[in-house]
């Protein structure tokens, strides 16, 4: 791996994971003071604002992305496709905010946090982080998110304190997000030429972004709908709450597979502008194999570990939150895969035709499933739709991709990090049943876990994790190493 690819990757890693460090930091705290039910208005109310706010962004996101790195070089037309996207944009994000005032926020039961949730969408009108994330320019993305996200987690600890104070836990989310947005437009005047308005052709942009829009609706289906029917479809919202906060555990372990994915979509699409198709095949196969390697033993680790975590971490009243993780768990390999031949293949190289057929096929096996299960099965069938849609987009992208990339080869490296990942899962989980349920039992379960996956790789002589070995020595000082 490259260094910049590297850097690029601890960059993203370190925005990804700080965007969600406020949930993970504040859950133990916030799932005490507010309750299951009060957790469950939440997640249902903001998943209902973020389809307004995907309509409103229209795919700008992943195609303001691509476009800046076909011409990361270029400052005069990169600046000429930032403006048009902006008022496009901004245009777009009006329309949604008009309908979203005229019918959540008016008829809703929800209607007072659904107004404080209309700034999450003003807040996506100044989000600009796909023009750094286009140029390759991580740092300055992590740098913002790490203040706001600070500042959030301080104003939840000092606000939140009691059931009444749900309006407050909505607004501690929401104030950082916008403030974080607009402060990422004091880094523009450097890389960005003055604003020329061109309304007529901002507008040429909204068929290709269409193009990106459509299979993300697609994927809001089994991203956002989920909760959605769940509050729809059966009478006790805490079953919301139960879902969101085992969602919300797996994707924070989640985001440690798929950062690279921005960096190496960026990376693509410009080998992709310049015909190196050699390049953009190791690069793929680099990712596959790090996916992988991360996504086993971290899937494999939750399962071990959820038994005496839930406890402790969420407090009293989220027992079924444990179960649900160890359904959910296989999407962190299974949208890590996906998000390889998807985001960092199929997109950059410009098959958005392939990548819509498989997003839209999950969403339809979603669909159809959470239909079939969420009544009778509750959360859990909207946990296992979950599962078989992810599956379902994951095959087909592979069925697209066979004869690009090299998937049987891909699939006998990933045997010794399976085996390897069994081995961990069998220890953790017989050291949870011996030991007390405690935060110092989890602690112990991944320290071990740990260090059997990587003993066992190490046995097994596997070429990457000794790669990453041999790196990680050259750069340390020679009186380390001795």
């Known amino acids: 791996?490259?260094?910049?690819?590297?850097?690029?990757?601890?960059?993203?890693?370190s925005y990804q994971l700080l965007t969600i460090i406020t949930p993970l930091l504040t859950t133990p705290y916030v799932s005490r003071v507010l309750g299951v039910n009060n957790i469950g208005i939440y997640e249902y109310t903001l998943s209902i604002a973020n389809y307004f706010i995907l309509f409103g962004c229209v795919g700008l996101n992943l195609y303001g992305q691509r476009e800046i790195a076909f011409h990361q070089q270029d400052k005069m037309y990169r600046s000429k496709i930032f403006w048009e996207l902006i008022i496009l944009r901004f245009i777009m994000v009006s329309i949604s905010i008009i309908i979203y005032l005229a019918s959540v926020v008016t008829f809703s039961a929800y209607s007072f946090y659904y107004l404080i949730l209309l700034i999450n969408i003003m807040a996506s009108v100044f989000d600009i982080?796909?023009?750094?994330?286009?140029?390759?320019?991580?740092?300055?993305?992590?740098?913002?998110n790490f203040i706001i996200k600070l500042a959030g987690i301080i104003l939840i600890f000092t606000l939140v304190k009691t059931k009444e104070d749900l309006y407050l836990y909505f607004l501690c989310n929401a104030l950082p997000l916008i403030l974080g947005n607009m402060s990422l437009w004091l880094q523009v005047p450097r890389i960005i030429s003055k604003p020329i308005i061109d309304i007529r052709a901002s507008f040429k942009h909204l068929?290709?972004?269409?193009?990106?829009?459509?299979?993300?609706?697609?994927?809001?289906?089994?991203?956002?709908?989920?909760?959605?029917?769940?509050?729809?479809?059966?009478?006790?919202?805490?079953?919301?709450?139960?879902?969101?906060?085992?969602?919300k555990i797996i994707k924070i372990v989640l985001t440690i597979v798929t950062s690279l994915g921005s960096v190496m979509l960026s990376r693509t699409a410009a080998h992709f502008a310049e015909g190196d198709e050699a390049a953009i095949k190791t690069h793929i196969n680099l990712s596959l194999n790090f996916v992988f390697f991360m996504a086993f033993p971290l899937m494999f680790g939750l399962i071990g570990i959820s038994q005496n975590f839930v406890p402790w971490f969420f407090g009293n009243g989220f027992d079924k939150v444990g179960p649900l993780m160890c359904i959910i768990s296989p999407i962190i390999l299974l949208i890590g895969l996906s998000n390889v031949i998807g985001m960092q293949y199929l997109l950059p190289t410009m098959r958005q035709k392939e990548y819509g057929i498989s997003v839209i096929s999950g969403a339809a096996i979603n669909f159809l499933l959470n239909l079939m299960l969420i009544t009778k099965f509750k959360s859990f069938g909207a946990s296992a739709a979950t599962v078989c849609a992810e599956l379902g987009v994951t095959l087909i992208q592979l069925y697209f991709?066979?004869?690009?990339?090299?998937?049987?080869?891909?699939?006998?490296?990933?045997?010794?990090?399976?085996?390897?990942g069994i081995v961990m899962l069998v220890v953790v989980l017989i050291l949870g049943n011996i030991l007390n349920s405690f935060i110092a039992v989890t602690v112990l379960q991944i320290i071990v876990g740990m260090g059997v996956y990587f003993g066992l790789l190490i046995l097994l002589r596997d070429k990457f994790f000794l790669k990453v070995i041999v790196r990680v020595l050259r750069r340390m000082p020679d009186h380390i190493q001795r």
């Open 401 to 420: 991709v066979r004869k690009k990339i090299d998937i049987l080869s891909n699939m006998k490296s990933a045997s010794k990090y399976f085996l390897s």
């Open 207 to 247: 068929r290709p972004t269409l193009m990106l829009f459509i299979p993300q609706v697609a994927v809001s289906v089994y991203t956002l709908l989920d909760k959605s029917m769940l509050g729809f479809l059966v009478d006790d919202i805490s079953e919301v709450g139960y879902y969101g906060q085992s969602e």
């Open 129 to 144: 982080s796909w023009l750094f994330q286009g140029i390759e320019n991580f740092k300055v993305t992590a740098t913002r």
């Open 1 to 13: 791996m490259s260094k910049s690819i590297t850097k690029n990757y601890l960059y993203n890693l």
